[in-house]
């Protein structure tokens, strides 16, 4: 099965590496990416057992229509290299490594994936990569993370991990983060690699469905997820809705007659439609051509 784009991959969701249960349930849940999350969502006394489950959950996966991700240890601590040496039997789509602060943890991972590659008789560079950004230090090097391995396709960043490491409060409506998530969208735009918001670590659907809308309003076109529940929600908040591709329309359609006009801009509907105006609704239209919309 061809492997969703990077771009059109919104809905990013981590599930327990060591329950058999909630692994299979992944496969079938409305998220893009399934994640299997051998760090904070795994005790280490359960990580061989997870380790053991993953040479059949990725192809299992793959076939339910997902992106087969995981989610190791870092390699410079007790877990990693043997984390890593487990999942790639399963040829994960997508390698995550948590708490990234430098590009020289990125080129040691591209490194170790390579070899496993060429052991495995893996098609070279095959294997992506996604750092995940989970404090202050890694924040201010996110471009050169992003741009230390061709595997680095998107990053990720923390919401509790970044709020403890910043000694802020955490809420809700997330305001300690504002300054983070419109950071770490620029950096990642800045290296031409998707940038994945930060989980709601919240029960709440509604409360996920309008933090997905305001990443979107950011610029965001993905979001991680903790909760299965979720995925429908994020999906849709990334996801051109009907009304938002006919007024796209409308919008290249009165700049287009404009412009056969001679004229530079046009007002539609009060507002004053320019040349970004119109690029972005192309964009919009593109994107929902992607996604199979009329």
């Known amino acids: 099965m061809t492997r969703r784009p990077v771009h059109l991959r919104r809905s990013w969701l981590f599930l327990p590496g060591a329950d058999p249960a909630i692994l299979e349930a992944g496969a079938i849940a409305a998220a893009d990416v399934a994640i299997q999350e051998l760090e904070d969502f795994t005790p280490p006394e359960r990580r061989p057992q997870a380790r053991q489950q993953a040479p059949a959950l990725y192809p299992a996966w793959r076939a339910a ?21 487990a999942v790639m039997a399963g040829v994960p789509d997508v390698v995550m ?64 991990d970044m709020v403890a490491d910043l000694g802020a409060v955490r809420s809700r409506a997330a305001t300690e983060l504002a300054y983070v998530r419109q950071r770490f969208l620029i950096e990642c735009r800045a290296a031409d690699v998707v940038a994945i918001d930060c989980p709601y670590t919240f029960g709440d659907e509604a409360g996920a469905a309008a933090e997905a809308q305001t990443a979107r309003r950011l610029g965001y076109t993905a979001k991680a997820l903790v909760r ?67």
């Open 228 to 294: 299965p529940a979720h995925a429908g929600a994020v999906n849709a908040a990334f996801t051109p809705a009907a009304d938002e591709i006919g007024q796209a329309r409308r919008i290249v359609a009165a700049f287009s007659a404009a412009r056969s006009r001679g004229e530079d801009r046009v007002t539609l509907d009060g507002h004053l439609v320019e040349m970004p105006t119109y690029t972005g609704a192309q964009r919009l239209l593109a994107r929902a051509a992607e996604f199979g919309l009329d």
């Open 65 to 85: 229509g997902r992106v087969a991700a995981v989610r190791i240890n870092p390699l410079d601590g007790p877990d990693g290299a043997a984390d890593l040496a």
């Open 97 to 160: 490594i948590p708490k990234v602060t430098a590009p020289a943890q990125i080129a040691r991972l591209d490194a170790a994936i390579g070899d496993h590659e060429a052991a495995l008789g893996l098609e070279p560079g095959s294997t992506e990569i996604v750092p995940n950004i989970e404090s202050a230090r890694g924040l201010v090097h996110t471009i050169a993370i992003a741009q230390a391995s061709r595997r680095v396709t998107a990053c990720l960043v923390a919401s509790e």
